[in-house]
């Protein structure tokens, strides 16, 4: 397979986590604060999958890998959820409007 | 044979960080959930380049079959609510700490570019066994050595959906039973919020239409269910006469009309 270096697809994977991460921080909107946690999983499951490259003896980064993108997918659903409840509640998906329990 | 390699790991990786900047810097939700789109895809390059064909292929079912779909959905549910405007009130800690975090990735990659070991750097990498991420092969490691995992997370993906049909129904009462619901806030959705969809729908049907039957029926919506005196008098006036009730339900509907205007 490839021949690349590693440290290319961990500067990716590390990149991808970055903006997802600075994603959640700066936006406010719900939605796309989900889909930001999304990218950071995804840039974990980037690193898991290079580091297992080399060390091809088992599949211990793959199947990580793989019980994250299943969690992943059980998140999005209950987030998705939530989200429609607190929009339910205020009319609004912006996660400044969450004050319930400042007052 | 090198260099397309190295063309193909430049597309994925063009790919995978313009999707992440599109998704985290678009206005609109509906356009963040391509840019995840286009992320995913890009990772999808990547895991074919590390030979991971199996995880390539979940990725493209898990992430773009279901999870963008999921997003779109909610998008396309919630309307033009879904775009919200940018907050001033805090906006300065947040853009603060996210160039800190930012600064402080940059400095990590920086870091780890100069203590990267040969082994992550070499171009020489192990050969990859026969069948090395396929099906068959992550397949037999997932049921032997990983089963318990694999199977407590289907007890967590079970959980997962029953909690999320729990959470999105919302507390509304349950038509099947007939007259369950005690508390008069749970009975009658429209006291329970001011939402304005919930709103417009009281004024739909409680329009003051003058007419006796239609304004008795409204009241007996508004009525809770069970007989008690108190909790009766505080929720909404019990039917007596028909001219009260007439016109408690077109207080309720006046009361809801200021929740129209945004």
Not at chain 2, 89 to 108: C, E, K, N, Q
Not at chain 2, 244 to 257: D, G, R, T, V, Y
């Amino acid at each position: 397979m490839t021949q690349l270096p590693l440290h290319y697809f961990l500067a990716l994977a590390a990149l991808l986590f970055a903006t997802g991460a600075v994603g959640f921080l700066i936006r406010r909107n719900l939605l796309v604060m989900l889909m930001s946690i999304e990218l950071m999983l995804n840039g974990v499951n980037l690193t898991l999958v290079a580091f297992n490259r080399i060390r091809p003896a088992n599949h211990a980064g793959h199947i990580f890998t793989f019980f994250i993108i299943a969690i992943a997918a059980a998140e999005a659903a209950v987030g998705l959820a939530l989200v429609l409840a607190f929009f339910r509640l205020r009319g609004s998906v912006r996660a400044d409007e969450a004050t319930l329990l400042k007052h | 044979m090198k260099s397309f390699e190295a063309l193909f790991f430049a597309l994925s990786a063009l790919l995978t960080v313009g999707g992440a900047v599109a998704t985290i810097g678009s206005r609109r939700p509906i356009r963040s959930a391509m840019g995840l789109l286009v992320t995913i895809l890009g990772i999808c390059g990547c895991y074919l380049l590390l030979g991971a064909e199996l995880l390539a292929t979940v990725q493209l079912i898990v992430y773009a079959g279901a999870v963008v779909v999921l997003f779109i959905f909610v998008v396309m549910l919630l309307g033009p609510a879904a775009v919200s405007g940018t907050d001033k009130a805090s906006a300065i800690p947040r853009y603060v700490g996210a160039t800190v975090f930012g600064v402080g990735a940059l400095g990590a990659g920086v870091l780890m570019r100069q203590l990267a070991s040969e082994r992550l750097t070499s171009t020489k990498l192990v050969k990859l066994p026969d069948g090395f991420g396929g099906i068959e092969a992550v397949g037999r490691e997932l049921f032997t050595t990983y089963v318990i995992p694999f199977e407590l997370t289907g007890a967590l993906l079970l959980v997962a959906v029953v909690g999320a049909m729990a959470v999105a129904r919302g507390k509304q009462a349950d038509p099947t039973r007939p007259n369950a619901p005690v508390n008069p806030h749970l009975a009658d959705p429209h006291l329970a919020d001011s939402d304005p969809s919930d709103a417009q729908s009281a004024i739909n049907v409680k329009a003051p239409t003058g007419e006796p039957s239609s304004a008795a029926t409204a009241a007996n919506a508004a009525k809770p269910p069970t007989g008690e005196p108190s909790s009766a008098a505080t929720a909404a006036k019990p039917p007596t006469g028909e001219p009260i009730s007439a016109a408690s339900a077109a207080n309720a509907a006046n009361a809801a009309k200021p929740g129209d205007g945004h």
